[in-house]
């Protein structure tokens, strides 16, 4: 037993407790998860300090617990902590406070804050951008991120420009016949149908059919 090894308080008993939790998160035990995340915090924060990353971790992982339950009010401050300790201990330029700004900017779509999340995914865009270049697959989650945000909000023009620029990458680095690339024509497709581009709806997504079938050996 890692606890009655090493201590209640160290830090790799914090380890431990947020791989169980994150089990439970996947069985969707999410009333189990919660106190093994709040505790595995508790430790690292006292052990390593509230500027560590791996207390910005462990708050990332609480606060996704809380938006996937709908405690939006609970988890926003948790993410901003998370967001705070990546601007401190890495910087504006730094590709994990690109992550903390994409995850408080989910918060804000599902909750249909669509202007703030549009700032804090468009200054994600920029950030990787700037540290990355415009071609990277880093880049990919921020791409769509606002082509999912844009649609939402009825900005269909803009929806399909972040979709196209996301699938081009898909294409460049994976292929033109990978899964991931079926997936971004399927988005594509929904929205297509959402502006009433029938016959283009209907060519992505047979495109995109093809793929999964070509991948699943049909």
Known sequence: NVESALGPQHPNVATWLNSLAGLYYAQKRFAEAQ??????????????GPYNPAVAASLNNLAALHRVRGEYAA?????????????KRMGE????????????????GAQGKYAEAESLHQRSLVLL????????????????YLADL???????VAAEHFYRRSLHLRELHLGPDHVAVAGGLES???LYGAMGRRDDAKRVSERAAA???KAAGR
């Open 35 to 48: 106190p093994l995340y709040e505790r595995a915090l508790a430790i690292r924060e006292k052990a390593l």
């Open 150 to 156: 844009y649609g939402a909000g009825g900005e269909y």
């Open 188 to 190: 594509l497709a929904r």
């Open 211 to 213: 793929i999964r079938a």
């Open 129 to 144: 951008e700037s540290a990355l270049g415009p071609d990277h697959p880093d880049i990919d989650p921020s791409l769509n």
């Open 93 to 108: 330029g730094h590709p994990a406070v690109a992550v903390a700004l994409n995850n408080l900017g989910e918060l804000y």
């Open 75 to 87: 988890a926003e401050p948790l993410y901003r902590r998370s967001l705070d300790i990546a601007l």
